[in-house]
């Protein structure tokens, strides 16, 4: 994203669902990429992931991602690491394979690339046995879908991954550098101890994976999306704290609750179990149509957690801010009353209303935010807030003229049609990517005191800028 | 929730962040609650639980509540079982002190009311030993916060469990029947494991209690808000099913990665590190700042599971499908042009801008949402929709009069200003609870064939509903 001068180049070596989905994130975020896997169907399963990439991740943003990178899909290990400055491995999880191939990739790739395993549970000192340039292999592990779930575990080498870190952060990811190898990282071994626990109960009976599931999306899951274990935690303490919380909670763990100590024989009987079970739950949706209802969530619980700016959505605002100084330039002092790019982005799936379309008070949101952009350029930002005074909506009238569908790249400009005294009153036009009008706005305003909730004129730095427009 | 003729009463024997939150959900729902805790500082603390449910449980809704239910706090155990249908438990988790308070409980309660212990680890066998009315006694356990998260674990009596999770949906909740009493049920099993397997990495200063956190809330939370471990599992083993998935990860149980044979010992000094990494976490917020920043996320989050009818989602929406048809009878044929109850309901927390009001597209939300109920009633609703056709917005014109804050109730009364031919134009007048316009509307509609997306003359039921119009 945001390319920097020196273009940071990826290679992908494995086409598979995790391969598959750093690919479609390199490349959405604007990045060329060359990609490897000798399966002959490895193409078109890519493509597969690109497209669900496509109608899901730009949605995540409040402007235009650049422009798509170039995918080349290579016919062996050499050709793909080539002039890269990232390799990322994503080969099945077996260790000696994984050695042969980083044995191939370091004869051929540039010394100072990033050699990024995604490997789950193998520590970069395994990875990096008999490596002829060690420091160069970490452990890069991402979650599925890549190109949606924002963690990434760093494991090795501390100025390899601080290099990495920096190059994530680029991709809108959200690495987390771990203290000290350990199999499996920090992540599954969360993930494995509840998945052995599930295991048990399904295996004594006791619940099936639906009675499981229901069990986290309708409870803890939603606490987990915001806020991880020990942040709940700290709250159900109180103003006692985390201490007060152990003390209380603690002796639990004593207790003969968890089955953990065994792992339950995975015979064929119990795996049988668990598919009729979840081809019960889940069974009526193809993979594909479930992809797409996750991801269309995920959509939508990560745009409503940048509302409250908050983990996730912090994370995505922050991305926003990086797009926005290259798009609408909110910080550029406004010089003119003619039209200005406010808004250019694309339509998220979460918009989208019974019609299929873009619902009509989707319309009235871009507007709003493209009147944003507007009072943030003539002065009336976060500081000019802060001192008590703003602009309020008085009057907003919209004509709809065309559809958006979801995945429809839009702009908007605004222009300001009358800034005397305390009125303002702006035009907006949206256009789609055809250069068709999809709808006109023209919306009034009026500066008010925030302490008195009344109008008055605009004070400096506001009264000066719309002074000097041309 | 949507009283039924014979009014359940709810009685809640302990006040602390469970029993409160009890109370507040009650409440909320419309129901009446006695409750008693013989700390003299329970009043003013289930007070505060209250207020944080007041802002932030019935923004989740698309319709108003019922009135809220009023409380008696009482003065013994007596007086607060008398005559009521439900009476929760919710006092510390020590086996002794429960079964105690459940024999003074049956002393004083109705036969066949039903005792919901909140206890979270214990079994109702153990919870009823001794009992002079075992079956009346089941575990209800709820999570944190109790007013917005809606998972409840029901175990024990089916015929209790079952008349229990009758009147749990009522209350907007969502019952999980237990198949086989064990400790801790299904969730407090699977949230044990990981409680433990964090503990383990914080002492081995693989982690602190921020990493751990970040681990989960960047990655595996946002899939658990929405689907759980085996419906997530089940997309990532692809079209060759569950089967195929725990052939290719089940290995991994056997590999050396979690210390969940061992317990870490909760010494001073690991209690002390836990203590100091969580308060270098969130010790810049207090504990009431962080319930209101969690619960404004889980309205946020909850919301936006909404607009996609799924899972916490879907629920919500059943609640409103309830809601609504004593408020704006959707079902209901319209028979008149002049002005109609199209919405009642609060302003969200989610739906607050920077100016610390009501965002101006939200108010095109709020009247979007109005045209809608005005649609079904003339005969476009779903299967309208089905059939292929409906109405599209055409132009929108909305007046701001005054400002709307979280929680506040609004009313829309929407008139029928025009239904001729294709053509629909509707008036919209929004009042806050003193009766003050805050907004108008007026929204022109025009009818579509949603086949070839152009305007066409309404067909049968819509046509002859508009032509019967007063």
Redesign the interface.
Known sequence: MIKSEEKTQFAVIGGG?IGGGWVARFLLMGFDVKVFDPDPEAERKINLVIENARRSLPGLFEYLLPDEGSLMVCSNIEETVEDVQWICEAIPERLNLKQEVFAEIQAHCSMDAIIASSAS?FKPSELQFMSSNPEQIIVAHP??PVYL???V?LVGNSKTTEKAATILKQLGM?P?T???E???H??????????????W?IN????T????????????????????????Y??????D???HF??Q??P???????K??D?PE?SEEL??K??Q???Q??GHY??TE??R??D???V??????K??D???GN?LNQVDTLLESTSVKPSEILTQRSPVLTSNRVVPT?WLD??GHM???????V??KASDIILRRIGSD?GY?AKGF?Y?????????LN?CLAGDKITVFTSIHLAEGKKLDLRHEMKNAQGTVCATCTQFLIHVD?AS?KSCLPVEPVAGILMALD
């Open positions: 669902v549970g979650f599925n779930i924002p963690l575990e959200h987390l771990v203290r000290k350990i199999d499996a920090i992540a599954d071994r969360l993930l494995e101890a509840v998945w052995r626990e599930g295991l109960l004594d009976g006791v619940a994976t639906k009675e499981i599931d229901d069990a986290i999306r309708y409870g803890f899951g939603l606490r987990w999306a915001q806020m991880g274990m020990f942040e709940t700290r709250i159900a303490g109180g103003e704290g985390m201490a152990i003390q909670f603690g639990a763990l004593k207790w003969p609750w968890t953990l100590t792992v995975l795996t049988k668990i598919a079970q979840s081809d739950q889940s193809s993979i479930l992809e209802i996750r269309d969530n995920l939508a619980l990560m745009r409503s957690l509302t409250k908050w983990g996730a994370q979460s019974a019609n619902n009509d008070s989707r319309y009235a949101e507007f709003s976060v807030i703003n309020f909506t008085v009057d907003m009238q919209i004509s709809y559809e925030l909730r």
